[in-house]
């Protein structure tokens, strides 16, 4: 199931669905696809302040040497919590410009609230466990969501109009562009669809990866 974060619906609106999937048409999970309305279409659907949904605070578990999820989107101004349920010891890490820090746990403790204030994305890692990584993506975006297992992401209730579309994961290839889609949303009641292509690097939680922890 894809994650999604949603702010206020606007009153005329459809859906948009996309599925990731890669060279072989095999589904991609943990595809972050963000959706910008175009001028004209953020007129219509300004949102003020108070619409906004308040702080939360996610959960990142460490679980089988592995942190869950591989990719947690956030709002400037929530909040994540590393929670060991191993039983051995992680040193949780960043060395990211939007958030830098370190946390030694032992089996069962979780660390203090991590406020993530600044957009961007930050790789964390386990100084003990090298095969240990997640990727924590703040962004303020209208429309943003995460691919499920699927591969599928749903973005409910968009006002209709021109957007910009833009697709990250932790697997593209450094140095290329950005997977980037002009969208129009015309209003149908059955949900437009688009299908998109990536290629992937081998995921890095099988090997040791050190390049993605510059993020």
């Given at each position: 199931?894809?994650?999604?974060?949603?702010?206020?619906?606007?009153?005329?609106?459809?859906?948009?669905?996309?599925?990731v999937i890669d060279g072989e048409g095999k589904p991609v999970s943990d595809?972050?696809?963000?959706?910008?309305?175009?001028?004209?279409?953020?007129?219509?659907?300004?949102?003020?302040?108070?619409?906004?949904?308040?702080?939360?605070?996610?959960?990142?578990?460490?679980?089988?040497?592995?942190?869950?999820?591989?990719?947690?989107?956030?709002?400037?101004?929530?909040?994540?919590?590393?929670?060991?349920?191993?039983?051995?010891?992680?040193?949780?890490?960043?060395?990211?410009?939007?958030?830098?820090?370190?946390?030694?746990l032992r089996p069962g403790e979780s660390s203090p609230p991590l406020t993530?204030?600044?957009?961007g994305i930050a790789a964390v890692g386990c100084n003990i466990h090298d095969?240990?990584?997640?990727?924590?993506?703040?962004?303020?975006?209208?429309?943003?969501?995460?691919?499920?297992?699927?591969?599928?992401?749903?973005?409910?209730?968009?006002?209709?109009?021109?957007?910009?579309?833009?697709?990250?994961?932790?697997?593209?290839?450094?140095?290329?562009?950005?997977?980037?889609?002009?969208?129009?949303?015309?209003?149908?009641?059955?949900?437009?669809?688009?299908?998109?292509?990536?290629?992937?690097?081998?995921?890095?939680?099988?090997?040791?990866?050190?390049?993605?922890?510059?993020?």
């Amino acid at each position: 199931m894809a994650f999604v974060l949603p702010l206020a619906w606007p009153a005329a609106a459809s859906d948009l669905t996309v599925k990731v999937i890669d060279g072989e048409g095999k589904p991609v999970s943990d595809a972050v696809v963000t959706l910008t309305p175009d001028a004209s279409t953020r007129d219509a659907a300004t949102l003020s302040s108070t619409e906004r949904p308040a702080s939360a605070t996610r959960i990142i578990n460490q679980k089988n040497e592995t942190f869950l999820p591989y990719v947690q989107v956030f709002r400037p101004g929530d909040m994540t919590v590393f929670r060991n349920s191993d039983t051995t010891r992680h040193h949780v890490y960043s060395f990211s410009p939007i958030k830098s820090f370190e946390f030694v746990l032992r089996p069962g403790e979780s660390s203090p609230p991590l406020t993530l204030e600044q957009i961007g994305i930050a790789a964390v890692g386990c100084n003990i466990h090298d095969h240990m990584i997640t990727y924590l993506y703040v962004s303020d975006a209208q429309n943003i969501a995460v691919s499920g297992t699927n591969g599928q992401i749903t973005l409910p209730h968009l006002s209709t109009g021109p957007y910009t579309l833009h697709l990250w994961h932790p697997q593209l290839h450094p140095g290329r562009p950005d997977i980037v889609r002009a969208v129009h949303i015309d209003g149908k009641s059955t949900p437009d669809l688009i299908t998109l292509t990536v290629s992937l690097l081998p995921d890095p939680r099988m090997q040791i990866d050190r390049e993605h922890l510059g993020y």
